[in-house]
């Protein structure tokens, strides 16, 4: 009969602290995935994807770069909440295989580059654009608090294919030669 009640009572005590452990927790957010537009709040930073614009080359005349994929430009805004200094690092997109593609740190011929060293101050908004060089198709943006590496917060964006005008669907000169004007 004892030995009944001393279980009952190791029982007890280890659903309570199941329960202890499971309130004192912090509790993260469910939602890891949100659409262009939405404001997605990463530790103290406010992420918005406004627009993603695809080309086949940036710049003009002889300061033409060329892609080895295409280049996918990313125009964001991204506000600071908290009361320090936050730097952001260069960004990632993960495609539908899992695989990562880095924001590239050249960001010659794109017009609102948002640079390379990204230091927001308290109450403060950055805006331009990201530039990846990647194959044509949809992809996540990683979006990160700017925190140490091995306690970085993360959400993503999903950037669905959206042709545009600009949108060359093969590289170099037209398949059917030069339009000629009769």
């Known amino acids: 009969m004892i030995v009944m009640f001393k279980r009952a009572a190791v029982l007890q005590f280890a659903v309570l602290a ?12 469910t939602q890891v995935d949100y659409t262009m537009g939405e404001k ?5 930073l ?24 295409r280049f996918l430009l990313l125009t964001i805004s991204v506000t600071n909440g908290g009361g320090d200094d936050v730097s952001i690092p260069l960004l990632q997109l993960e ?3 899992g695989k990562m593609y880095q924001e590239l740190a050249n960001g010659d011929g794109v017009d609102d580059y948002i640079g390379l060293l990204r230091t927001i101050s308290p109450a ?8 990846f060089d990647v194959p044509l198709t949809s992809y996540r943006l990683r979006l990160v608090d700017g925190g140490e590496p091995a306690f ?31």
Not at 18 to 29: I, K
Not at 40 to 44: A, Q
Not at 124 to 131: E, K
Request: proline share 7%; charged share 15%; aromatic share 6%.
């Open 18 to 29: 199941c329960l202890f452990v499971a309130a004192c927790s912090r509790s993260s957010s």
């Open 95 to 97: 495609g539908a295989n």
């Open 152 to 182: 970085e917060k993360s959400a993503f964006v999903q950037i669905p294919l959206n042709l545009n005008a600009d949108t060359p669907l093969l590289n170099g000169p037209s398949v059917n030669g030069p339009s000629v004007a009769r």
């Open 124 to 131: 403060r908004t950055l805006q331009g654009r990201l530039v």
């Open 40 to 44: 997605v709040r990463v530790g103290p």
């Open 46 to 69: 406010t992420y918005s994807v406004l627009d993603a614009t695809w080309k086949g080359e940036l710049g003009e005349g002889f300061q033409v770069r060329a892609p080895s994929q």
